[in-house]
């Protein structure tokens, strides 16, 4: 069973601060790693993607991927109250078809003004 | 402008109703799905295509089904034998570039209920 685990929310941060959002993955094999933003009643939009161990940085984004310990994590910085939504971890199968992705049930990030 | 486009963004399900959600792409993606989403959930799989004419089960298939008889259009209808409809539904569309897996694009979704 593959699964996708993350941290539970909800997440509240002041706004300018660091929110992190973690996630981890069952399949050992997985090689490609996505963040999804979702607003409410709104449908996801991709805004991150990591293949390779380390950090990949995006403007305020960044992405970690340690395929060691089967985690990835997503960093912002400046915390903006626009920032406010659902993230939705995504990871790819290793084996099988690679186009089919598991999703996590996603972390509620709260940025407060 | 390229995107993937969901119609109606509303739809209402008598009993013992069958309805067709459609969803269309202008990509040129190879790869399209169906996702259903409940409140505070996640994204669980219905179906997936990988190519015209071909298509596989998701996790929750029963009471689904789908066609795909042209690479830009993958419809779904939600049978009266899906007991539980009401949910947001997500069509998505991804492309492959070599063996890794690639990030798939969502429509912005339809919003089924029961009459």
């Known amino acids: 069973q593959k699964e996708v685990e993350q941290n539970s929310g909800p997440l509240s941060v002041p706004e300018g601060a660091i929110a992190s959002l973690n996630c981890t993955y069952s399949?050992?094999?997985?090689?490609?790693f996505f963040w999804y933003r979702q607003y409410s009643g709104k449908s996801p939009e991709l805004i991150m993607s990591?293949?390779?161990?380390g950090d990949k940085e995006d403007g305020r984004f960044t992405a970690q991927l340690n395929k060691a310990s089967q985690y990835v994590s997503l960093l912002i910085r400046d915390s903006q109250p626009s920032d406010s939504a659902t993230y939705l971890c995504?990871?790819?199968?290793?084996?099988?078809?690679?186009?089919?992705?598991?999703f996590g049930k996603g972390t509620l990030l709260t940025v407060n003004p | 402008d390229g995107g993937i486009t969901q119609s109606p963004k509303y739809l209402f399900r008598k009993e013992g109703q069958n309805v067709t959600l459609s969803c269309e792409q202008n990509?040129?993606?190879?790869?399209m799905y169906w996702y259903r989403q409940d409140p505070g959930q996640g994204l669980r799989l219905i179906y997936y295509?990988?190519?015209?004419?071909?298509?596989q089960k998701g996790d929750i298939a029963e009471g689904y089904s789908v066609s795909r008889e042209k690479k830009e259009s993958f419809p779904l209808t939600v049978t009266s034998a899906q007991k539980n409809p009401t949910a947001f539904y997500l069509c998505?569309?991804?492309?492959?570039?070599?063996?890794?897996?690639?990030?798939?694009?969502f429509g912005d979704g339809t919003r089924l209920s029961i009459l």
């Open positions: 995504a990871v790819n199968w290793s084996g099988g078809s690679n186009y089919k992705l598991t």
């Open positions: 295509s990988q190519i015209v004419n071909d298509f």
């Open positions: 990509l040129n993606h190879d790869a």
């Open positions: 998505a569309s991804s492309t492959p570039r070599g063996g890794e897996g690639q990030p798939q694009h």
């Open positions: 399949d050992r094999g997985s090689q490609s």
């Open positions: 990591i293949y390779s161990n």
